[in-house]
C-alpha cells in the first residue's frame, strides 16, 4: 500500500480539513467555490478522509491489496459471426428515414 504523506490530511487522523485546504483542491481541480460552499464540503471532506484513514488502519503489510475479493473469471460469451439486419429491416423501424439513412433531429448549429 502507498504510504500516506506525512503533513496530508488523512494522515492527521481525527483532524478536519481546512476550508483553505479544500479550497486549494477546488482551485487545482479549477472549480470554483463560493465560501458557503467550502465551508459545507470541509467537514463532509474529513469524514471521507477519517474513513479512509480508519480503512489504511484495518489492512497491514500481510495481506496483499486487491481489487476483488474473490477471483474473478470472464464469464462473457465467445464472439460468434451471427447474420445482421439488412439496411430495409434496420430502417423498418425507424421514425423517419432518408437515403437509406436513419434521420434524427439537427442538434448542433450551422457552427459546427
Given amino acids: 500500500m502507498p504510504e ?12 478536519a ?14 472549480i470554483d467555490l ?3 460552499e467550502l465551508a459545507h464540503l470541509a467537514p463532509q471532506l474529513s469524514v471521507i478522509l ?3 484513514a480508519s480503512i489504511q488502519e ?3 503489510d500481510d495481506i496483499p491489496p486487491t481489487s476483488h475479493p474473490l477471483p474473478l473469471t ?13 439496411r430495409e429491416q434496420a430502417l423498418a423501424g425507424a421514425p423517419a428515414a432518408e437515403d437509406d439513412r436513419f434521420r434524427v433531429p439537427r442538434i448542433l448549429g450551422d457552427e459546427q
Avoid at 500516506?4 to 483532524?15: D, L, V, Y
Avoid at 462473457?76 to 445482421?84: M, N, Q
Wanted: glycine share 8%.
Fill in 4 to 15: 500516506t504523506p506525512p503533513g496530508s490530511p488523512a494522515a492527521r487522523s481525527g483532524a
Fill in 50 to 52: 477519517e474513513s479512509v
Fill in 34 to 36: 463560493s465560501d458557503e
Fill in 74 to 86: 470472464n464469464v462473457f460469451r465467445p464472439d460468434v459471426v451471427t447474420p445482421g439486419l439488412t
Fill in 17 to 30: 480539513i481546512t476550508i483553505d485546504e479544500v479550497a486549494h483542491l477546488a482551485n487545482l481541480a479549477r
Fill in 58 to 60: 484495518v489492512a497491514g
